[in-house]
């Protein structure tokens, strides 16, 4: 399974960037009960859940400090996934990873964890003040 994130750049605060995600995997690989969604890593700072979306029912899964500037959204058709973010904030600089896990350890609340099992290699967002 390989991930690809792309949509990352350079950003003033107030803008928005969009930021996808796709999947590749070997010819009849499935991974049922799926999350795939979003992390991000700023300097100096831990990596934290963003949001993910369920491969079952599309269901949606947010940190609660996500919620609302950050979409996510799928596209089962073409095992994509995007992460909206409007109205960019400095504190968003970070590296953002795309992260495939299992949807039965989700939690999400004030943070979002589920046990990842495939990484994307990170895409660099940068936002100005």
């Known amino acids: 399974v390989q991930l690809q994130a792309s949509g990352g750049g350079l950003a003033q605060a107030g803008e928005s960037l969009r930021l996808s995600c796709k999947v590749s995997?070997?010819?009849?690989?499935?991974?049922?009960?799926?999350?795939l969604g979003w992390f991000r890593q700023a300097p100096g700072k831990e990596r934290e859940g963003i949001a993910c979306i369920s491969n079952m029912d599309d269901s949606t899964y947010y940190a609660d400090s996500m919620r609302g500037r950050f979409t996510i959204s799928g596209d089962n058709a073409k095992n994509t996934i995007s992460l909206q973010m409007n109205d960019l904030e400095p504190e968003d600089t970070a590296v953002y990873y795309c992260a495939l896990g299992d949807l039965q350890t989700v939690e999400y609340g004030a943070t979002l964890k589920y046990d990842v099992a495939f990484w994307g290699q990170g895409t660099l967002v940068t936002v100005s003040s």
């Open positions: 995997a070997a010819s009849g690989f499935t991974l049922d009960y799926s999350c």
